[in-house]
């Protein structure tokens, strides 16, 4: 890959009266990029260091590698943390990244996080980041955060740029008001700039968001993006290391993560208004109705129905020829779908022996694998396996 050359980024202050924060990437061979957050609505003003924006642009240089220098402020945690996620990254896929010299006109010592255990948390209307959301207020996990704000970030797909209207985000406020959280929506034109990586995902952006509105806020929380148990088949999903993406006055983790589709249906299913607003739906978007028709949807569905027998979205009817049509050969899907089987509640007994026949028989071509490549390796006829 092509490596080496100076990337330098440049912050933009919004326009009067506007709040959020865009950057100019200036690239070595001339070119720029501009990627821009804007809040819809009243909120928070981005902090004065530039934190946030480096995370937001870092998986542009590290495609190309090279050197990344802030015209700005950048916390000492922070230059210290994105440089490790690139040499992550780098050493995961060196043929696809590069490692990144981080620089700034200013380093920042000796700063700390708000003293207060509040923090806002990333909501795209999943089932997983339903249940971060719902794990802290409930209080479920251990040192629970009171929750200031849901954050939406719109702009992650082509098609969603544009939304803004109270329409499109009304049944999201109604339902989170409910429960006593406001939304927090974010604009970004990242989908249109092509900011978002095919592999890392748009994460990054997500952090970026969370930087920028968390003012006054000691963290910001978002979920896992795949079972932990996805790493250990082939081809891996990527590497899992979310907690970087921050700095010394803000920290951003991953949460959640461990607890099986079930018992997440089962804790959302609490909060009935969130319940009936969840989407997965790979071909929609969240704001709108599942398709119904997707392997998201049909896991989404199948972790409703494993815990309770039902499904409360009118939208999702699963059957036994779409459990047993799953795509096994997805890591995610894979993992998923044992985790539903090993929570299995009061859902009917014949979607259960389906979906044991299936992963029965993706743990039987898994084992047939790795034993294949293992005997390869020792006879020679292949290179040594595991890297």
């Not at 920028?212 to 896992?224: A, D, E, K, V, Y």
């Not at 299995?344 to 028989?361: D, F, K, N, Q």
């Amino acid at each position: 890959m092509d490596t080496g050359g100076m990337f330098v980024l440049d912050r933009v202050d919004p326009r009067q009266g506007a709040s959020g924060w865009e950057g100019h990437l200036q690239h070595p061979d001339g070119g720029t990029t501009t990627l821009g957050f804007q809040v819809i609505g009243d909120g928070p003003q981005p902090p004065d260091h530039c934190d946030g924006l480096a995370i937001a642009f870092l998986p542009l240089v590290m495609r190309r590698g090279g050197g990344l220098h802030v015209r700005g402020s950048l916390t000492r945690g922070a230059i210290r943390n994105l440089t490790e996620y690139a040499e992550a990254w780098a050493s995961w896929s060196p043929g696809g990244f590069g490692r990144v010299v981080i620089t700034a006109d200013a380093v920042l010592d000796g700063l700390r996080p708000p003293a207060c255990h509040e923090a806002v948390c990333a909501w795209s209307g999943s089932l997983k980041s339903t249940h971060t959301l719902v794990r802290h207020l409930d209080a479920l996990a251990p040192g629970a955060f009171r929750v200031r704000a849901a954050v939406r970030v719109l702009g992650l797909r082509p098609n969603s740029a544009s939304l803004s209207d109270a329409d499109t985000l009304r049944p999201s406020v109604e339902a989170l008001g409910i429960e006593g959280v406001p939304l927090l929506a974010v604009r970004t034109n990242a989908a249109t700039t092509g900011a978002i990586d095919r592999e890392i995902g748009p994460l990054p952006l997500v952090a970026a968001a969370l930087h920028m509105i968390g003012g006054g806020c000691s963290s910001g929380l978002h979920s896992r993006s795949w079972p932990l148990t996805a790493q250990l088949r082939y081809p891996r999903p990527g590497v899992a290391i979310q907690d970087l993406l921050c700095g010394d006055t803000f920290a951003v983790r991953a949460d959640g993560g461990a607890a099986t589709p079930p018992r997440m249906a089962a804790d959302v299913g609490r909060h009935r208004a969130l319940a009936r607003i969840v989407s997965d739906c790979r071909d929609r978007e969240r704001h709108e109705p599942p398709c119904g028709r997707c392997p998201a949807c049909d896991l989404l569905a199948l972790a409703f129905v494993a815990w309770c027998g039902d499904c409360p979205l009118p939208t999702l009817r699963l059957a036994a020829s779409r459990v047993a049509r799953l795509p096994f050969q997805d890591p995610v899907v894979s993992a998923e779908a044992e985790g539903i089987l090993e929570d299995w509640g009061r859902g009917p007994a014949s979607l259960r022996t389906i979906l044991r026949l299936r992963v029965g028989c993706s743990r039987l071509g898994i084992d047939v694998r790795d034993h294949w490549r293992w005997v390869c390796a020792a006879l020679g006829v292949s290179p040594p396996w595991p890297r």
